[in-house]
Each structure stands twice: as structure tokens, then as C-alpha cells.
């Protein structure tokens, strides 16, 4: 292109953005946000806000009725400078419950707004929902099938609807709006319902966890621990197998990439006579071939368990910091309880049993051939369980899923068996999809591995849904820190420190490979290839 046709693109590209700004900041008040909302929506409140990124604030709601009523809140941020085009849609974490704008002053809601103001700053519209409750847990779900329908797809779709709809006129873009949801843990989940329920919500989703259904096994770990404390490893214990992991299957990097470990067994670390430091005892080599291995999810239906590449990670969720007791009623003091109790408790009482009083631990029956077909029931009710998102490819959606190597709540072999039945499922799997496993994170973040790959698989989908470019390789970092430090009366783990680094992202089943001269910088990208 010469420089004369380079200047009037510049120049058109300069008018039109500046026709979608001034179209937009002069009409944020309750009056005109309220002409542009589909049929069923309604306007709360309408407020500019000015600082630290000036953009106009709608926060409204929509009942949801057949099955209802039930009240779903969400929010729409504008932002007055800069609005490229392009809207994006918050996959909270947990279960939601909240409304995320720039001000929240939820548990999780500071996070959601970091991430919100820089995504304004960039010039995307930003919008979120409650999906239809209140609360971070599903305790909201018991005797309550319509919030549970709205937590499941419907109140994020009714959410995206009505946003959507704003934006479009907030701007005047007509249909030049292109549209992302990203998310991670529920997030995610979102995401992956919304790629199967609505799959003309969006037009590139990344999403980690959802897929596949049945993954929520963990009692089936907390029940067998509680019954048997002598299989509790305590995490010295956990980061010796880290290490030793590390050692057996590493890159030089220190990163385990093979989500099989290579194939480490456990017991090669079991104590040939008294317990140790160094070694493991017979009980919790058991407990640790239980993690990792299969787990009943429904009627001669299984699920994977954990990769060893990370076990440090388990003992704050799955095993807690401390030895349980054989006492149902409170196995652990509170400071030492593992958040997959809590977490899982909730779960079954809302999603699966429908029951205020019920006990994972004392109730839940995985040999109970009807406890079986519950769970097997009620698995599409808040995940993604079929291999059918023809529509989504049919609508043009592009789907980057990733998966987490050293993943402490939602095991990633999910993701790898739901990537291989979606290819059985449906032709052309990878003209929309792709599959990234992403070494030395733990659940969405944390770990050794890079924490920015939400963020970069981000611009990957919008480069793919935007200008048809596949996604291939992709470079994440990660900065220094201290290794996680020892638990409260527990030995130090002995872990390295994170060094600030680098990592290549493969598309599955490619894996990085070091393929540099010896003694090259293993910590730097450049140095490795996909294979």
C-alpha cells in the first residue's frame, strides 16, 4: 500500500472512532440507555464515571420467565475514549452472584475490576452478570430450578442480549461489534455452556475448565481421607514429590509439559522402612495413585484425576494443611479445611441433591448405583456435557480452551478428553477450535508457569476472529517470586523460586521442545520449538 491510500485509511479509521466516541458519552443518562434496551430489559441506573478510566456505568436486570420469574442483574461499562468495536463479557468465577463493574465491593469483585479497567482503557465495552443470584457459592440452587436454569446459561444470555444491544446503539455500530467472553474456573464454564446453548452470543470465547461434565469428584477423595487419616501427605511431602517429578520429566526450564509426568510413579518414593522426609509412606502413596487416577462420576462412567506435575497446589484445595481427624462432623480445624469442602458441599447441595441437610461426607454413597445416576442426571445442568458445538462452528465462533498442567480444582485431562470426542463429534474441529495445556499453573493461576496466558490466548482469538488467522505457537511469562511458603507447622518445601520467564504455548497435541545449542537460556521463548 503507498503512503497516500496508508494516510486516508489512517485518516478514515481516525473519523470513524471519533464519530463512535461522540456518539456515545453524550448519552449516558437513565433517559436514553433506557430507549435502547430490547423488550424485557430493564435500566437500574445509569452514572458516568470518570476515574481512573472515564466510561459510562448501566447497570439494569431482566426477569426471566417459563420457568420464573427470577431476576437477573447485569452491567454494561462504556467507555468514553477509544471504543474499538469490540465487547467483551466478564465468566465470573465460582458461581457468580455478583455484579462486576469498576466499583464492586464483592470478595472477588477488585479482581474483576483491575482486569475491567484495562480492558476500558483498551476500548472495549465491558459487561457481566449475577446470572440470576447472589452469592459465590450454589446454596442458591436448593428448591430453586429456575435459578438454576439462569446459573447454567440462560441469565448470562439474557445478559448478553440486552448489553449487546446497548453497545450497538450506544456507538451506533449496527452490526460491526465484534464479541469475546473469556473466563476461567465458573468463568470458563460459562463460556463453554454459552458455546453449546447460545452459540450466536459470541464470536471467540477462551475458556479454561467446563468441559465434559462430571468433574466435580473431589468428596470422593474428602470421604476417603476423613475415613482414613493416615493417607493425609502433608505438603513437605507433596513439594518432594514435585521435586522429584521435576527431576524425572522437567524441560530445563523446571516445567513439566507431559500431563502423563512421564509416566513417574509415585511408589518409587515409598519408604523402605520408617517414615521420612525424603520418602513416602505406603498410605499416602495410595492416597496419591487415588488423585491421580479415575474417579466415578455416574454409572460406568469415569473421570480423570490430578497431574502429578504440581501436587503442591492440593493441599490447600483437596487435602487441606493439616491431618484430618476420623470425625465426620469437622475433620479439620478451620484454619486447615481444604476449600474443596466447602466448595464441594455446596455443589452437591445445590446442583446435584436439591438438599439444605446434605453431608458429602456421611451421605454421598459412590457405590449407590442411585447416587450414581443422580450425579450423572444432573451434570448438564451447570457444565458443558455434549461433544456437539456444531452450532457454534456453524454461527463462525472460534474456541480457545486451555488447560492448566499443575490444575488444583478441575483435573486437565477433562479438557483433553473433551478436545478428542469434540473431533470425533464434530468435522473440522480445528477450523474453530483449538487446545493449549499450559505447563506450571495452577487452578487459573498461580505455580511456577506463566501467569498472563488468559491474556495472550485473549489476543490470539481476537487475531483469529478478526483477521482468519489461526492460532499456532503463543508466548506467556511469568515473574520472579519466592516459592510458596511452608504451611503453619509443617517443614519447609524446599521449592526453587520462580524465575522471571518466558514459556511457548503449543496447540495440542504439539509440545514444546528445547531446541537450542547447549548451554542456551532455557527461561527465554525463543529457545523453544513446538513439536
Known amino acids: ?55 459510562c456505568e448501566v447497570v439494569g436486570h431482566t426477569i426471566t420467565r417459563n420457568p420464573g420469574p427470577n431476576r437477573v442483574e447485569w452491567t454494561v461499562m462504556l467507555p468514553d475514549e477509544r471504543f474499538g468495536g469490540r465487547y467483551y463479557f466478564v465468566g465470573l468465577g465460582a458461581a457468580a452472584g455478583f455484579v462486576p463493574t469498576t466499583t464492586s465491593t464483592e470478595r472477588m469483585g477488585s479482581y474483576y475490576a483491575n482486569t475491567t479497567l484495562q480492558l476500558l482503557n483498551q476500548g472495549f ?73 447460545h452459540p450466536d452470543d459470541y464470536d471467540g470465547i477462551v475458556a479454561s475448565t467446563g ?47 507431559d500431563p502423563n509426568a512421564c509416566g513417574f510413579d509415585p511408589a518409587s518414593l515409598q519408604c523402605k522402612g520408617e517414615d521420612k522426609a525424603n520418602c513416602l509412606t505406603t498410605p499416602q502413596v495410595d492416597m496419591i495413585k487415588r488423585i491421580s487416577g479415575r474417579h466415578p462420576v455416574g454409572p460406568d462412567k469415569t473421570s480423570p484425576g490430578f497431574t502429578l506435575t504440581n501436587p503442591t497446589a492440593w493441599s490447600s484445595f483437596l487435602l487441606g494443611t493439616t491431618k484430618p481427624t476420623s470425625d465426620p462432623e469437622n475433620p479439620w480445624p ?41 450425579l450423572a442426571a444432573h451434570h448438564a445442568d451447570w457444565g458443558l456435557d455434549s461433544y456437539d458445538l456444531s452450532g457454534f462452528k456453524k454461527a463462525g465462533g472460534k474456541l480457545i480452551m486451555w488447560a492448566p498442567l499443575g490444575e488444583n480444582g478441575v483435573p486437565p485431562a477433562t479438557h483433553i478428553e473433551y478436545y478428542h470426542k469434540l473431533k470425533e463429534v464434530v468435522p473440522g474441529t480445528d477450523d474453530f477450535v483449538r487446545l493449549y495445556l499450559v505447563p506450571g499453573v495452577y487452578h487459573c493461576g498461580g505455580g511456577p508457569g506463566p501467569q498472563d496466558t488468559d491474556e495472550r490466548l485473549l489476543d490470539e482469538v481476537i487475531d483469529w476472529v478478526e483477521q482468519g488467522n489461526r492460532p499456532e505457537t503463543v508466548v506467556a511469562s511469568a515473574s520472579a517470586r519466592d516459592p510458596m511458603p511452608a504451611a503453619p507447622g509443617q517443614p519447609p518445601t524446599l521449592l526453587p523460586p520462580v524465575l522471571s520467564r518466558t514459556v511457548l504455548l503449543c496447540p495440542y497435541p504439539q509440545r514444546a521442545v528445547f531446541d537450542a545449542p547447549q548451554g542456551a537460556f532455557p527461561f527465554d521463548a525463543d529457545n523453544w520449538t513446538c513439536q
Not at 476417603?224 to 518432594?240: G, I, M, T
Not at 521435576?246 to 509439559?257: K, Q, S
Request: proline share 5%; glycine share 10%; aromatic share 10%.
Open 211 to 257: 468441559f465434559g461434565g462430571g468433574a466435580v469428584w473431589f468428596p470422593w477423595i474428602l470421604q476417603y481421607l476423613v475415613e482414613n487419616p493416615d493417607r493425609w501427605v502433608p505438603p513437605h511431602k507433596l513439594a518432594l514429590l514435585e521435586r522429584e517429578v521435576a527431576e524425572y520429566c522437567a524441560g530445563p526450564d523446571g516445567l513439566v509439559r
Open 1 to 55: 500500500m503507498n503512503s497516500q491510500a496508508m494516510n486516508a485509511g489512517l485518516l478514515s479509521l481516525l473519523l470513524l472512532l471519533t464519530t463512535l466516541n461522540a456518539s456515545g458519552a453524550d448519552q449516558c443518562n437513565l433517559e436514553a440507555i433506557r430507549a435502547m434496551v430490547p423488550e424485557n430489559a430493564q435500566i437500574d441506573a445509569v452514572r458516568p464515571v470518570a476515574e481512573p478510566v472515564a466510561h
Open 125 to 197: 465495552a465491558v459487561a457481566g452478570s449475577d446470572t440470576g443470584h447472589k452469592g459465590w457459592l450454589w446454596d442458591y440452587g436448593i428448591g430453586n430450578p429456575t435459578a438454576r436454569l439462569d446459573y447454567a446459561h440462560r441469565g448470562a444470555h439474557v445478559s448478553a442480549v440486552a448489553t449487546q444491544a446497548i453497545t450497538k446503539a450506544y456507538y451506533d455500530v449496527d452490526d460491526r461489534l465484534y464479541r469475546y467472553h473469556l473466563g476461567c474456573s465458573g468463568g470458563g464454564r460459562m463460556g463453554a455452556m454459552a458455546a453449546y446453548h
Open 334 to 374: 478451620e484454619e486447615g479445611a481444604p476449600s474443596a469442602l466447602r466448595i464441594g458441599q455446596s455443589i452437591y447441595r445445590g446442583v446435584y441433591f436439591d438438599d439444605a441437610d446434605f453431608n458429602i461426607l456421611t451421605d454421598l454413597d459412590f457405590d449407590n448405583p442411585e447416587h450414581l445416576k443422580t
